[in-house]
DNA sequence: TGCCAGGCGGGGT
DNA sequence: ACCCCGCATGGC
């Protein structure tokens, strides 16, 4: 699909630490970022929104793509100010990391960035029982070979997004199969039947019922979608590497000390500890090497490599 | 080759 | 409540 260049914003973020740049790399392929520009569709009200933005004196500049021919600027303003999370007030969050044995360290003004609980749930389950490699690999497969294409006018690079579900149902399992998925795909055909059938709220409400969806799939997908951290979202790697720190009983930790904040306190430790396999980033606990590296594929390097 | 990885559900105790 | 296993697939 085509996207026609519509309109020119300018945003200003409410929280004063956003960081646009860590923003836009952390876990995006090649399309949606290069370094400068970030780009990405955005659905809503069944409109398809093509977005390009970078950084420039302090303000986030957007050019906004659309085939609709009247858009509301303050609705499209609000979607990407909510995709991107500029105001999101996460203070709260950051007194919490100062007194965490891993976070201790980190970087202020990352923002998970949302979306529509369909693309959630595909990341959600890939990364179950895989490797961070072997999880954004399957991603990546399935949007490369059965995405949904965009091209917005003027610019050469190909936005992917998922297949929509419809095309999952039609097309059947195999399409997963041939990303890698395994296993893991009738759980996401399921979501995708439920998607089509009943809708987002009857999906959201429904989700733990799903077989093939248990707490951190769930509280994954709650955390992209809607940006609701208040679910744990604890596997084997977030419990070895508090146990590492000396915490001895993780899902009570959590619970207790980040609150509000546990889905996004696992995420940022991905982000920290560059989402390295279990034993190696025991390693770097161990070492105190509490910071990203930058090097190698980690999940704010993955767009020079996918 | 064989094993394991950012889960999950089912069946055992 | 726990413990334990199989599960598709890719990476090493």
Same mark, same amino acid.
């Given at each position: 699909? !085509? *996207?026609?260049?519509?309109?020119?914003?300018?945003?200003?973020?409410? /929280?004063?630490?956003? =960081?646009?740049? *860590?923003? #836009?790399?952390?876990?995006?392929?090649?399309?949606?970022?290069?370094?400068?520009?970030?780009?990405?569709?955005?659905?809503?009200?069944?409109?398809?929104?093509?977005?390009?933005?970078?950084?420039?004196?302090?303000?986030?500049?957007?050019?906004?793509?659309? =085939?609709?021919?009247?858009?509301?600027?303050? /609705?499209?303003?609000?979607?990407?100010?909510?995709?991107?999370?500029?105001?999101?007030?996460?203070?709260?969050?950051?007194?919490?990391? !100062?007194?965490?044995?891993?976070?201790?360290?980190?970087? $202020?003004?990352?923002?998970?960035?949302?979306?529509?609980?369909?693309?959630?749930?595909?990341?959600?389950?890939?990364?179950?029982?895989?490797?961070? !490699?072997?999880?954004?690999?399957?991603?990546? =497969?399935? *949007?490369?070979?059965?995405?949904?294409?965009?091209?917005?006018?003027?610019?050469?690079?190909?936005?992917?997004?998922?297949?929509?579900?419809?095309?999952?149902?039609?097309?059947?399992?195999?399409?997963?199969?041939?990303?890698?998925?395994?296993?893991?795909?009738?759980?996401?055909?399921?979501?995708?039947?439920?998607?089509?059938?009943?809708?987002? /709220?009857?999906?959201?409400?429904?989700?733990?019922?799903?077989?093939?969806?248990?707490?951190?799939?769930?509280?994954?997908?709650? %955390?992209?979608?809607?940006? /609701?951290?208040?679910?744990?979202?604890?596997?084997?790697?977030?419990?070895?590497?508090?146990?590492?720190?000396?915490?001895?009983?993780?899902?009570?930790?959590?619970?207790?000390?980040?609150?509000?904040?546990?889905?996004? #306190?696992?995420? %940022?430790?991905?982000?920290?500890?560059?989402?390295?396999?279990?034993?190696?980033?025991? $390693?770097?606990?161990?070492?105190?090497?509490?910071?990203?590296?930058?090097?190698?594929?980690?999940?704010?390097?993955?767009?020079?490599?996918?």
């Amino acid at each position: 699909m !085509r *996207l026609k260049r519509r309109m020119r914003i300018e945003i200003e973020p409410l /929280d004063k630490k956003f =960081n646009f740049k *860590l923003t #836009a790399a952390a876990y995006s392929f090649s399309w949606n970022y290069d370094g400068k520009h970030y780009r990405t569709i955005i659905k809503y009200s069944d409109r398809n929104i093509g977005v390009v933005a970078w950084e420039e004196n302090h303000k986030i500049i957007v050019e906004v793509y659309s =085939n609709e021919n009247y858009l509301s600027k303050e /609705d499209v303003e609000h979607e990407i100010r909510n995709h991107l999370g500029t105001d999101e007030n996460l203070e709260e969050f950051y007194k919490l990391c !100062r007194g965490d044995p891993l976070l201790k360290d980190v970087i $202020e003004g990352i923002h998970s960035r949302k979306v529509d609980i369909w693309y959630a749930s595909i990341i959600a389950v890939a990364q179950q029982n895989a490797s961070f !490699r072997q999880g954004w690999k399957m991603i990546w =497969n399935l *949007l490369s070979r059965y995405g949904e294409r965009f091209l917005l006018e003027g610019l050469e690079v190909e936005l992917k997004y998922p297949p929509n579900p419809r095309l999952i149902l039609e097309r059947g399992e195999q399409v997963l199969k041939d990303s890698g998925y395994g296993y893991r795909s009738r759980t996401l055909m399921e979501i995708a039947k439920i998607l089509i059938e009943n809708g987002e /709220d009857f999906l959201k409400k429904n989700l733990t019922k799903i077989r093939g969806v248990g707490k951190y799939t769930y509280g994954l997908i709650m %955390m992209l979608a809607y940006r /609701d951290y208040t679910n744990p979202v604890i596997d084997r790697w977030v419990k070895g590497l508090y146990e590492t720190v000396g915490v001895t009983n993780v899902e009570e930790y959590y619970r207790k000390y980040w609150g509000r904040y546990q889905a996004l #306190a696992t995420w %940022m430790l991905t982000i920290m500890l560059d989402a390295a396999p279990l034993s190696k980033a025991i $390693e770097r606990v161990r070492r105190g090497d509490l910071k990203p590296s930058f090097s190698g594929i980690t999940p704010l390097t993955l767009w020079r490599y996918y």
